[in-house]
């Protein structure tokens, strides 16, 4: 479980974390959802003490991270940047981190079968790919058998693959009552994944939801109609609950109204229809309004205080 | 695929315990070949301008207190010329300390590090234990064996072990020599990149001291004495140079200079942002 209650963090002006609170619970996917910049890794980043909060506090599994006589069994952690020695092995990489709680090899040798990189393990881990870094990274986020798993981007380099490869292990990890919480900038990766999703943009907390509300939200149905009667016929259609816009002369874009009633009237009206399709915002378009959105505020906010 | 349900070979009682910590800078340190590189350079030049200087005095021509070759010791005696090479290894055993700590962060491991122990100060005290351990295991024989054959070279004209201070300078050079190791260390924390923390050893060791001698005598003479180096010099030497502190304050000066910029190291880690 990873609490935060109002965290912040500021460099200098910018204000890259701004007030966040929220819950990540044990048991199912949490995504961490934003543009790139939107304060995910700095967030992760103040989760396992790495950067100091400027304000409120962040708690893993009860206790400040840096509180934790066993942090490796609380949480195993994945960066987004690097944060393994160029000239070391990666088998010598996990022997060094393990040794600082005792665990030794025969894990050490788990973890690295787990990620399948039995092979180069005895390799210097400045020669190994994005995917093979990435993996190894999962190496040692999985090491101490942690209760959170917490996943910076881990499908960044990964090949189609690794991809099918990493959402088989999180489901797996939460399966087991792990909390996993893993960010992304992509809505469709968390849409394959996440089970709730925590969606941040310009460092403010945007969305804290399930998936399937998340989606119930976003799969808010427009219906084009093309006419030549498209005067007469937004007058006929309009009402309390209903959008239309009109992008060229002759189409509308009706939202609120089913298909179906919308052909109806027309036929009651005699109104000709050249089409009628209903067309379901995707979930990447969602996210993509909701981020604007928070990135249009955030720009006119800023533009104010000046 | 894959998944963790098997059960795990962590076992129960892992957490962090200051041996651990030690142990896992004793793996880091092996498992880098630069560290090794570096260790097996400072001894080979240490031994190797050793032995040189010793043969050089040795020539019937050259008299005891002859200015000395450059690069060498200040003045060639015989115990100044079989020990002559510490001016070049501290550079190397410096580079050593520095990479140590400063790689960790030009490669990012240091959030891996600080992310296992993130009360942080063990990562680096037991880095510095690590570093001045091996550093002295290694280099006391060195500097031992590098002091009896340059007496051998020497032969009539060398001195003994047991001549008076002469054992307390031949420790005190391995003693200098790791601990330039351990500021090297503590500049690469600090500084936290390997260029500048570099910079910093060599502008410490060789520019300072050059600088200071051009200041006004009597300003130099107040602070020559207490550069690292000159207090080093203080007890790697049989004492009386007038230009120099006493053996037991040389010590103590240098030690005050290693606790100093640890402590700032130190400070420095657990405030700011990794």
Redesign the interface.
Known sequence: MIEARDLSKRYGDRLAVDSLTFTVAPGVVTGFLGPNGAGKSTTM?MI?????PTGGTVRVNGRR??E??????QIG?L?E?????????AR??L???G??????R??VD?VID?VGLREVAGKRAGGFSLGMGQRLGIA?A????PAVVMLDEPVNGLDPDGIR?IR??LR??AA?GRTVFVSSHLMSEMAQTADHLIVVGRGRLLADVSLAEFTRQASRTTVRVRSPQAAALRDLLAGPDVTITGGEPGLLEVSGLRREVIGDRAAAAGLTLHELTATEASLEEAFMTMTRDAVEYAGATAGETR | ?????AP????T?????GP??V???W??FR????SLIMLAATVVVFDALGLGFSAFLADATIEPGTPAPPGGPSSLDPLGASLGGVNLAQLLIATLGVLLTA??YA??????S??????RWPVLTAKIAVLAGVSLAVLLPTVLLTFLGGQAVLGDKGIALGDDGVLRAVLGTAVYLAGIGVLGAALGSLLRTTAGALTSVVALLLVVPGVVSLLPESWSEAISPYLPSNAGQAFMSLGGDPNLLSPQAGAAVFVGWLLALVGAALIRLLRR??
């Open positions: 980043r396992l003490g790495l950067d100091a991270y840096a934790h006589r066993d942090p490796l069994r952690a960066l940047a690097k944060a393994v020695h160029t000239g070391r092995s010598d990489h022997l060094a981190l040794a600082t709680h005792g665990i030794g025969r894990r788990e787990l040692a999985l090491l101490g058998d490869w088989g292990l797996g990890l087991e | 695929m894959t998944t963790t349900t795990t070979a962590v076992p009682g892992a957490r962090i315990t651990r910590v142990r896992a800078e793996i880091k498992s880098l070949r630069s790689g960790e490669t990012g491991m240091i959030r891996t600080l992310a296992a122990v993130p009360r942002d990794a």
